[in-house]
């Protein structure tokens, strides 16, 4: 029966996920990816919190079977087709692209059959959560929900457990009433309604829990029915441990190898996302082309290291993302590139390690998103980058409240601004570099992952 926790935390994407080598029956624990759990995996098993989480391929499924576990993690074995047709069907197809906005409306989307069955789906999965949690928590836990994944199972869980304080966090932007109305009516009250199941919803930014606020009043009715509170908490950069990981042996040897690939005495402007829809990577890498054309004194003077991991690629929609990607990065170095100098360095392999070699070697940053949570890579590079970065940053970023006095502001759409904004990010004279890098730093970091965690337990204690 219960373990009996008193923290408890509850993520579609658990800290590690696990691979599985067909030949010789091992299993390899591998950390997870993106900001949710970048921020959440501070906390660590010392924090005696529990943290349930879904298995999502065949290693981490074989993981549960085997009774693999890490410290602290419970893995749930939810059906493989239930997982993929709520993780694919609705949280990643629906919801990602709601509050992203990253519909083209004239075809999409279309709520028929198909999605309501997709729906059934969802509901099954955020009960199978609720379930867990039911079982694990302890009389009077706190429990903290993550993201769009799991927002029916807020009040599924108020209804088993009255007695649990319920946190529901979303790590996404929030999308505005008149969009996130494209949703059918009974769908939209459902999702609004399975969040206010919680004693306090809270956001990455004030605009995302405005959003948030407005929907309830435009599908709900003013005020907000059950009295859940909204909060907001930025969640920042663990400035300790990540300059600790930049200078550790193997970021050295990727810094070696990509001080080569890029060429002595060259500048960088670094980019490093999942290859996600919303990240704009394909109008950045069109920025660095109208970059090339406009200013040709930069070529062979500067590369643009662009790491785009694989993600989401059950969907034809990345996958196809992913191509375009690669077509254009090529175009570009094969119209610009010289024996000597490749404009583009593509990696598509997640690397860690290489990344914060990249960070570290960064002149410039971008981070231009459509639209994001948050975006920690914005947050990431200014702390680690070796001699101080200029940070071109996206408006629609919800980093932009905190850094956007202090970077290159670019509106993501406008490829000639981002351009222009690449060449003023070059030139800047380095004593304003370092004192932006310094500003982009302190507001960085002011909310390290630990503190943030803290402060969401805190505030679901408060009156
Ligand atoms: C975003 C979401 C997270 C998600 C991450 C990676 O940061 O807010 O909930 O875990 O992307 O996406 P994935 O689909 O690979 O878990």
Redesign the pocket.
């Given at each position: 029966m219960a373990s009996a926790a008193q923290i408890l935390v509850a993520?579609?994407?658990g800290p590690v996920t696990y691979t599985l080598d067909e030949k010789s029956g091992e299993l390899t624990a591998k950390r997870?990816?993106?900001?949710?759990?970048s921020g959440l995996s501070a906390i660590g098993p010392d924090a005696g919190a529990l943290w349930v989480c879904s298995a999502?391929g065949d290693g981490d499924r074989e993981a549960v079977r085997r009774g693999v576990a890490e410290p602290g993690v419970r893995m749930l074995g939810i059906d493989a087709d239930v997982h993929a047709t709520a993780?694919n069907g609705v949280a990643?197809s629906v919801l990602w692209f709601l509050h992203h906005m990253l519909y083209q409306t004239p075809l999409e989307p279309a709520f028929g059959a198909e999605f309501r069955a997709q729906w059934a789906a969802y509901e099954t999965y955020n009960r199978a959560f609720a379930e867990a949690l039911a079982e694990e928590a302890a009389e009077g836990a706190a429990v903290l929900v993550?993201?769009?994944?799991l927002a029916l199972a807020p009040r599924m869980l108020r209804e088993l457990r009255p007695d649990l304080r319920i946190g529901h966090f979303s790590?996404?932007p929030w999308a505005p009433a008149e969009y996130f109305r494209l949703l059918p009516d009974d769908i939209a009250a459902q999702l609004l309604g399975g969040i206010l199941g919680a004693d306090r919803a809270a956001f990455l930014t004030r605009r995302w829990a405005d959003a948030f606020t407005e929907c309830c009043h435009a599908v709900l009715g003013p005020g907000i029915p059950s009295g859940t509170r909204i909060g907001v908490h930025g969640l920042g950069a663990d400035a300790d441990f990540l300059r600790a990981r930049a200078h550790e042996a193997d970021v050295e040897e990727r810094m070696a190898v990509l001080r080569q690939e890029v060429g002595e005495g060259r500048r960088t402007i670094v980019r490093v996302d999942?290859t996600?829809l919303s990240k704009n990577i394909v109008r950045g890498l069109l920025a660095y082309r109208e970059l090339l054309d406009t200013h040709p004194e930069w070529r062979e003077r500067v590369v643009h290291v662009a790491f785009a991991y694989p993600?989401?690629q059950d969907l034809a929609v990345y996958r196809e993302y992913t191509a375009e990607v690669q077509r254009v990065a090529d175009e570009i170095n094969s119209a610009y590139g010289t024996p000597g100098w490749t404009p583009v360095v593509l990696h598509v392999k997640d690397d860690f390690a290489r990344s914060l070699a990249a960070y570290r070697l960064a002149d410039v940053a971008l981070v231009n998103p459509i639209r994001d949570?948050m975006n920690l890579v914005a947050k990431e590079v200014p702390v680690v980058s070796d001699e101080g970065c200029v940070l071109v940053l996206s408006r629609e970023a919800g980093a932009y409240e905190e850094l956007g006095e202090d970077a290159l502001v670019v509106n993501p759409y406008d490829v000639t601004g981002t351009a222009t904004a690449l060449h003023e990010a070059l030139t800047m004279p380095p004593h304003e570099r370092a004192e932006r890098t310094k500003r982009l730093t302190a507001a960085a970091t002011a909310l390290p992952p630990t503190q943030w965690f803290l402060d969401q337990l805190r505030a679901l204690d408060a009156p």
């Open positions: 993520s579609n994407r997870g990816g993106g900001g949710l759990v999502l993780y990643n993550q993201d769009y994944h790590h996404t999942r996600e993600s989401r949570g």
